[in-house]
């Protein structure tokens, strides 16, 4: 068996490597992936996987552990058929005998949003296996969340510096009409509305060529 300190630094450098995983854009959305791939390492279980609560099957140990909140562990599957008899009799027929499932939380005391799914062949996950697996489990649903909730806020700002930009622009462009046509900023505004309106175009877009001197808009001419 590998020395405990030596599989303690592999569990530490599995989760550094789930932390530069988020910390990439275009590789954060595969840290379930990742995750399953280091507990199939590191555990050497037959299978490793991630269920997403909304993709839990019904009447499964995956569901059971979700609802209840509450791991399973080492769980004989040979006693289960009549509990789970679609899940036991699948893994059972690829050899699968003991089932661990962990529900994954984002943050402490919320809701578990995933099951880590850790299937074996004739053997069973030592408590400080399956604590590893939690904590390596947890780590993972707390990165993903954190990078989904940085995601929104970058679209969030996004919209809102569009929204600015726009503003700005259609102000300028109701200043030069003002000024153009002789009438309040109010009325040039109505004239930038109406000729967007009229010919289906985004009011962005008219007051953009108006600042831009690409469009001059005679209100008599409509």
Same mark, same amino acid.
């Given at each position: 068996?590998?020395?405990?300190?030596?599989?303690?630094?592999?569990?530490?450098?599995?989760?550094?490597?789930?932390?530069?995983?988020?910390?990439?854009?275009?590789?954060?959305?595969?840290?379930?992936?990742?995750? @399953? *791939?280091?507990? &199939?390492? %590191?555990?050497?279980?037959?299978?490793?996987?991630? $269920?997403?609560?909304?993709?839990? /099957? =019904?009447?499964?140990?995956?569901?059971?552990?979700?609802?209840?909140?509450?791991?399973?562990?080492?769980?004989?599957?040979?006693?289960?058929?009549?509990?789970?008899?679609?899940?036991?009799?699948?893994?059972?027929?690829?050899?699968?005998?003991?089932?661990?499932?962990?529900?994954?939380?984002?943050?402490?005391? @919320? *809701?578990?949003? &995933?099951? %880590?799914?850790?299937?074996?062949?004739?053997?069973? $996950?030592?408590?400080?296996?399956? /604590? =590893?697996?939690?904590?390596?489990?947890?780590?993972?649903?707390?990165?993903?969340?954190?990078?989904?909730?940085?995601?929104?806020?970058?679209?969030?700002?996004?919209?809102?510096?569009?929204?600015?930009?726009?503003?700005?622009?259609?102000?300028q462009a109701k200043g030069m009409l003002a000024a153009q046509l002789g009438v309040a900023p109010d009325e040039a505004f109505n004239v930038l509305r109406g000729y967007a309106r009229s010919r289906?175009?985004?009011?962005?877009?008219?007051?953009?060529?108006?600042?831009?001197?690409?469009?001059?808009?005679?209100?008599?001419?409509?």
């Amino acid at each position: 068996m590998e020395p405990l300190h030596g599989q303690a630094q592999r569990w530490m450098s599995s989760a550094v490597g789930l932390a530069a995983l988020a910390a990439d854009e275009e590789q954060a959305p595969y840290l379930m992936r990742q995750l @399953s *791939d280091y507990c &199939a390492d %590191l555990l050497s279980v037959a299978s490793a996987s991630v $269920l997403l609560a909304e993709a839990t /099957d =019904s009447g499964g140990p995956g569901e059971e552990c979700l609802d209840q909140d509450a791991a399973l562990v080492n769980v004989d599957l040979r006693e289960q058929e009549e509990r789970w008899p679609e899940f036991a009799g699948r893994a059972l027929a690829e050899g699968r005998t003991t089932a661990t499932l962990l529900p994954l939380h984002g943050t402490e005391g @919320s *809701d578990p949003v &995933a099951v %880590l799914q850790l299937l074996c062949a004739e053997r069973e $996950l030592s408590t400080c296996e399956v /604590d =590893s697996a939690q904590h390596l489990g947890d780590l993972a649903v707390l990165l993903l969340t954190q990078f989904r909730e940085l995601q929104q806020e970058r679209q969030t700002t996004g919209q809102l510096n569009e929204a600015l930009s726009s503003r700005i622009v259609i102000e300028q462009a109701k200043g030069m009409l003002a000024a153009q046509l002789g009438v309040a900023p109010d009325e040039a505004f109505n004239v930038l509305r109406g000729y967007a309106r009229s010919r289906r175009l985004k009011l962005r877009g008219v007051a953009q060529a108006v600042v831009d001197r690409e469009l001059v808009l005679d209100p008599a001419a409509d």
